[in-house]
């Protein structure tokens, strides 16, 4: 849905846009627009988010890895409206 997003997680994770256009950012560059046929790699234990712009729809495909040593899912802090808003208009 419009201006869906994660909290800020750690795991290695793969993210393939479906349809629409979505955000992602690691911590330091700016946020990235992300549209149909990109495909998103966060390394193991490189902190991100992602989400949808906040006017439009997005489907898509996050795989997560996990092993001994990572949690299939560990979230981090909350993303803030102010990180989150400094998205380029989509």
Not at 33 to 50: A, K, M, N, S, Y
Not at 83 to 89: G, K, L, R, W
Request: glycine share 8%; charged share 20%; proline share 10%.
């Amino acid at each position: 849905m419009p201006g869906a997003r994660t909290h800020w997680h750690p795991l290695s994770q793969t993210v393939f846009v479906a349809e629409g256009v979505g955000l992602c950012q690691r911590p330091g560059p700016p946020v990235e627009v992300i549209r149909p046929g990109d495909r998103v790699l966060f390394e193991t234990d490189q902190e991100h988010w992602h989400g949808v712009a906040p006017s439009r729809l997005t489907v898509h495909l996050a795989i997560n890895e996990g092993d001994q040593d990572h949690a299939v899912m560990h979230w981090l802090a909350p993303l803030t409206n102010t990180e989150y808003t400094a998205a380029p208009a989509d």
